[in-house]
Nanobody, 124 residues
Framework: QVQLVESGGGLVQAGGSLRLSCAASGRSFSSYAMAWFRQSPGKEREFVSAINWSGGIRGYANSVKGRFTISRDNAENTVYLQMNSLKPEDTAVYYC?????????????????WGKGTQVTVSS
């Protein structure tokens, strides 16, 4: 069992930056691949980025590639999402998720555990 708690969301102007954190509790955090998803009103939850247990495999949605960076600290049981050059279309609730799969998938249905989310609002 893994409990996930996101933090770091907020209101930022377009072009600004935020760093999201996801703190995990429970056992064997380092054995889980982790991901960030986001959901805005009226839209489906969409994949943002994912990272495998070691950090050696990272993936990004095309919409955030080159602007967002995912990382993890297994000693601190935390995964991060550094978001730069934010755009109004990045506005959403951002969720952290964990899966036992070795290669992190992009489908939200493949993730076993979820946080409650943190709101990111980018003003124009």
């Amino acid at each position: 069992q893994v409990q996930l708690v996101e933090s770091g969301g907020g209101l930022v102007q377009a072009g600004g930056s935020l760093r999201l954190s996801c703190a995990a509790s429970g056992r064997s955090f380092s054995s889980y691949a982790m991901a960030w998803f986001r959901q805005s009103p009226g839209k489906e939850r969409e994949f943002v980025s994912a990272i495998n247990w070691s950090g050696g495999i990272r993936g990004y949605a095309n919409s955030v590639k080159g602007r967002f960076t995912i990382s993890r600290d297994n000693a601190e049981n935390t995964v991060y999402l550094q978001m730069n050059s934010l755009k109004p279309e990045d506005t959403a609730v951002y969720y952290c998720a964990a899966t036992r799969l070795q290669t992190p998938p992009i489908s939200h249905g493949d993730y076993d555990y979820w946080g409650k989310g943190t709101q990111v609002t980018v003003s124009s």
